[in-house]
């Protein structure tokens, strides 16, 4: 799905060195952390050690003191919010936003991007087009039998879903999740990683997470943070079993 034409290497992302200070305290600090195709990492790490703040700054909500963001060859560290979001970056916050008075469908069908050239000319191949690509999508993020339900009467996980598939709409080729399981069950938890597992493929994935389970049903790689700056970075295993990380984080 992604257009991307970088033969040179695999890398989609990197991040070079980059510190943000909020009034002299530098909660981002001098880091450096590169992302592959394909890749799904999960950034852990204290509460505080900078791991929203990253992602902030990925996404333009957060413009770094210095450093830089190399997306797909690109130096996007200064483009608007707006601007990065088309380049194929794509964002979910902590908590779900979803039109509560829409349906699942309705969701999903106002999350398309709308550059798409066809819009005018092919009007009734556009529709059937898109009303089986948003199905495909539902069913996907486990809400096919929801679909033509208001969003409002979802459980707050399938709201998480529903905002994983608006995201997908978006065709993104990396997306940046903010704890994403927060408030789900075990089962939705595991259905959730089924499904992080698959977007990853032809794409990329940050995932901000705590629950280790969790993170080790899903992670390639784990990179964990702490006052800012890169403590370990390794499988989940690797970084389980690291001294430094067992003092900061896992240990108590
Ligand atoms: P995490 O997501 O890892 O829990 P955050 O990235 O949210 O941590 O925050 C890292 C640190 O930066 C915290 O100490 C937080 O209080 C601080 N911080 C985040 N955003 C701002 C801001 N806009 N102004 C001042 N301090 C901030
Ligand atoms: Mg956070």
Redesign the pocket.
């Known amino acids: 799905m992604s257009s991307t034409a970088s033969c040179s290497n695999n890398k989609v992302l990197s991040i070079e060195e980059l510190t943000v200070s909020?009034?002299g305290?530098r909660?981002?600090d001098s880091l450096s952390l590169s992302v592959n195709h394909d890749e799904l990492r999960v950034i852990i790490?204290?509460?505080?050690?900078?791991?929203?703040?990253?992602l902030?700054m990925i996404c333009g909500k957060?413009k770094p003191t210095s450093g830089r963001v190399i997306f797909n060859g690109i130096d996007i560290t200064r483009l608007s919010e707006h601007q990065i979001v088309r380049s194929g970056i794509g964002r979910k916050f902590q908590t779900p936003s979803v039109y509560e008075d829409l349906t699942i469908f309705e969701n999903l069908e106002i999350s398309l991007p709308r550059t798409h050239g066809i819009y005018q000319s092919l009007t009734f191949r556009r529709s059937r087009d898109i009303v089986e690509r948003i199905h495909i999508m539902a069913e996907q993020i486990f809400l096919i039998q929801q679909v033509n339900d208001r969003a409002g009467q979802l459980s707050h996980g399938q709201k998480q879903w529903l905002e994983i598939g608006m995201l997908l709409m978006q065709e993104s080729s990396l997306l940046l999740l903010?704890e994403p399981v927060a408030g789900m069950s075990p089962r939705e938890r595991e259905q959730t990683g089924e499904l992080l597992s698959r977007i990853a493929i032809g794409k990329s994935v940050i995932v901000?997470e705590h629950d280790m389970d969790f993170v080790r049903q899903i992670a390639h790689k784990v990179t964990v943070?702490h006052q800012?700056k890169v403590l370990s970075e390794g499988s989940a295993e690797e970084v389980k079993r690291d001294p430094h990380v067992i003092d900061v984080y896992l240990g108590h």
């Open positions: 909020f009034d305290f909660a981002v790490g204290p509460n505080g050690a900078g791991k929203t703040t990253l902030d957060t903010d901000i943070l800012g």
